[in-house]
């Protein structure tokens, strides 16, 4: 069984660039969820995907957005980078049953983005 | 609004020793709260959870949580602290009304000295 796995593992980007980050599933998983971990914080809610929909969102604005593929792999995007984007992008998988709710949370090693 | 706080940044314990690592939560409706342990450059990894039922909940590597309606608590436990045991900790909750949202207290980094 393999794990939530993230890419790249470190990236460095200019203000006002975009960044992609990618995150690969737990095997048998169908729901991706993204939290931003700044430095000293706790993970803060991003998104969630399930059945490749938006289905769940946080305090982020429109230029945080996501994609999910009918392989459960997933994407974050984020344009026009801020300085207080950088920051720790974990990736969690889990199984949706009932009415779209998610169990068994897998996180990945995340991605640690810096803006220069 | 859901929320959890740790309110220590930093706990030091020797080795051998017991710990705990505090968390109280704020939540509407049910709680189910949740432990996780962060190692350097790597991600979350599930401690254990408390959903319904008993309490007291024991988790992995010889950890245990207790939980505490009255108080809105959910202090993390362990009776003899490991020197590989430091790590930092975060606190989480879920709710019935957000259920695939975790909400994360700030963490507490724990220091375990031999």
């Known amino acids: 069984e393999t794990g939530v796995t993230q890419s790249p593992t470190h990236l460095i980007k200019t203000r006002g660039q975009q960044v992609t980050l990618r995150c690969s599933s737990q095997?048998?998983?169908?729901?991706v969820s993204w939290y931003q971990q700044a430095l000293g914080q706790g993970p803060q809610f991003i998104f969630q995907?399930?059945?490749?929909?938006?289905?769940g969102r946080g305090n982020f604005p429109p230029r945080f957005s996501g994609l999910q593929f009918p392989n459960y792999s997933s994407e974050l995007n984020v344009n026009a980078l801020e300085l207080d984007d950088s920051a720790l992008y974990l990736c969690?998988?889990?199984?949706?049953?009932?009415?779209?709710?998610?169990?068994?949370?897998?996180f990945g090693s995340g991605t640690r983005l810096t803006v220069v | 609004a859901q929320s959890v706080a740790q309110p220590e940044d930093q706990v030091n314990v020797a080795e051998g020793n017991p710990l705990t690592v505090k968390c109280t939560y704020s939540v509407s409706g049910n709680p189910y709260l949740f432990w996780y342990v962060q190692y350097p450059n790597r991600g979350l990894q599930f401690l254990l959870k408390?959903?319904?039922?008993?309490?007291l909940v024991k988790g992995s590597y010889g950890f245990e949580a207790e939980f505490n309606k009255s108080q809105t608590s959910f202090h993390l436990k362990k009776p003899s602290a490991l020197v590989s045991d430091s790590a930092l900790y975060f606190c989480a909750v879920r709710t019935i009304y957000n259920f695939n949202k975790f909400y994360f207290g700030s963490g507490t980094k724990l220091n375990v000295k031999p």
């Open positions: 995907y399930y059945r490749e929909e938006e289905n």
């Open positions: 969690a998988s889990s199984l949706a049953r009932d009415r779209g709710r998610s169990y068994g949370y897998t």
């Open positions: 095997s048998g998983h169908n729901t």
């Open positions: 408390y959903i319904t039922g008993d309490n």
